[in-house]
Each structure stands twice: as C-alpha cells, then as structure tokens.
C-alpha cells in the first residue's frame, strides 16, 4: 500500500508557472505507474498526465501537451507536474495517483488504486 500527498498548488496569475509534488509513502514507488488528475468546479474528475514506472513513456491531455510536464524520481519517492503558460481553465483540485497495476500508462482513473487528498490550483485572469 502507499500513501499519497500532494504539495505546490496556490493562486498565479495566467501566463505563471507551478509545480506540483506527490510525495509518496513505502520503498516501492517504482513500482507504481503514476498520474495526475484534476476536478474543475462543477465538472468531472478528468486525466492530466501519466508516467510508466520507468518515468520513459508520457502523455498528457491534449489541453496541457507543450505546457505541463510530468516526471518522477524515484530515489525520492516524488512524482512532479511542472506546469507552465497557466490558464484560468487550469483552475481546479489536482490529485495524484498510483497503479500498481500491470500497465505501462494509464489515464483512466479506474486504473488507479491510490489517490492524494488533493491540492489547490486557481489561475487568476
């Protein structure tokens, strides 16, 4: 089992840059293919971005490919979203998430088996 806790959300301005951290709990991080969610207010939980468990393979919503990036470092234990060019439609609670599944990547979140308690991003205009 891990534990998952998100850090780094808070208010920018558009066109500002975040970066969010999941730092997670156990020895076994590199076994997990990892993701990022999000909940905008008043709409559904949808896929940000995944990473395989070698931190090799990508992919990303078409509406954050060039400006959100994804990576993990497992001698930490941390997955990071590096998000750039932030829009006010970024706004919303980012989760991450962990499969220990046997998947290269996922963005599905029925995949995932752990999920952060979330983390704040609001991009003002």
């Known amino acids: 089992q891990v534990q998952l806790v998100e850090s780094g959300g808070g208010l920018v301005q558009a066109g500002g840059s975040l970066r969010l951290s999941c730092a997670a709990s156990?020895?076994?991080?590199?076994?997990?293919?990892m993701g990022w969610f999000r909940r905008a207010p008043g709409k559904e939980r949808e896929f940000v971005a995944t990473?395989?468990?070698?931190?090799?393979?990508?992919t990303y919503v078409d509406s954050v490919k060039g400006r959100f990036t994804i990576s993990r470092d497992d001698a930490k234990n941390t997955m990071y979203l590096q998000m750039n060019s932030l829009k006010p439609e970024d706004t919303a609670v980012y989760y991450c998430?962990?499969?220990?599944?046997?998947?290269?990547?996922?963005?599905?979140?029925?995949?995932?088996?752990?999920w952060g308690q979330g983390t704040q991003v609001t991009v003002s205009s």
């Open positions: 156990g020895r076994t991080f590199s076994s997990y293919v």
């Open positions: 990473v395989s468990k070698s931190g090799g393979t990508t």
């Open positions: 998430a962990a499969s220990q599944r046997q998947l290269l990547i996922s963005r599905w979140d029925y995949q995932y088996d752990y």
